[in-house]
T-cell receptor, first 112, second 114 residues
Framework: QKEVEQNSGPLSVPEGAIASLNCTYSDRGSQSFFWYRQYSGKSPELIMF????GDKEDGRFTAQLNKASQYVSLLIRDSQPSDSATYLCAVRAAGGGNKLTFGTGTQLKVEL | DAGVTQSPTHLIKTRGQHVTLRCSPISGHKSVSWYQQVLGQGPQFIFQ???????GRGNFPDRFSARQFPNYSSELNVNALLLGDSALYLC?????????????FGDGTRLSIL
């Protein structure tokens, strides 16, 4: 079992729709959860981070965390073509310092 | 403010050579972490440095080493390069080293081994 799992996609959504990206993790002691966006040929860019169970909203983005189910998701409302990218889920374990364990990423395509 | 800066942006080496990659963190950030990203995969943790001390090491061979300087900049060294070392090398900085602050990545160094 991979430590952090994501569906590689591609996930295709029409412009203006809600894109839902999911991530599961295996270490129940994980404490911090991050979503990065990576355009092709570029480096990862931090989108959201969440530490506590529940929802965290920032503009069009909402991160959802359910520690009991070991599940974290990212919702993108009113999806735009510029949102087309690979979204990386990253998890930090307890006592792991700054070490982040990444999933392989989900490719999102927002179609006109 | 400048973000995380890495140099060089691209590098081509041959098998057996060594390479030094450099990173300057965001001003005020004291922790630097290094990651390797192979095409089609997520970044993989190599090292973390905080206050010039190694605070974490990933599953990489001893050919990989790093250090952090008093100004919090960092170098990643890779000896005896192999074809499999071809990847994007990413540096990330954060304010502290306890994992409670988000990490921000530089643009990376793309290393190609011939």
């Amino acid at each position: 079992q991979k430590e952090v799992e994501q569906n590689s996609g591609p996930l295709s959504v029409p412009e203006g729709a809600i894109a839902s990206l999911n991530c599961t993790y295996s270490d129940r002691g994980s404490q911090s959860f991050f979503w990065y966006r990576q355009y092709s040929g570029k480096s990862p860019e931090l989108i959201m981070f969440i530490y506590s169970n529940g929802d965290k909203e920032d503009g069009r983005f909402t991160a959802q965390l359910n520690k009991a189910s070991q599940y974290v998701s990212l919702l993108i409302r009113d999806s735009q073509p510029s949102d087309s990218a690979t979204y990386l889920c990253a998890v930090r374990a307890a006592g792991g310092g700054n070490k982040l364990t990444f999933g392989t990423g989900t490719q999102l395509k927002v179609e006109l | 403010d400048a973000g995380v800066t890495q140099s060089p942006t691209h590098l081509i080496k041959t098998r057996g050579q060594h390479v030094t990659l450099r990173c300057s963190p965001i001003s005020g950030h004291k922790s630097v972490s290094w990651y390797q990203q192979v095409l089609g995969q997520g970044p993989q943790f190599i090292f973390q440095y905080y206050e010039k001390e190694e605070r974490g090491r990933g599953n990489f061979p001893d050919r990989f080493s790093a250090r952090q300087f008093p100004n919090y900049s960092s170098e990643l060294n890779v000896n005896a390069l192999l074809l499999g070392d071809s990847a994007l090398y990413l540096c990330a900085s954060s304010l502290l080293g306890d994992g409670n602050q988000p990490q921000h990545f530089g643009d990376g160094t793309r290393l190609s081994i011939l």
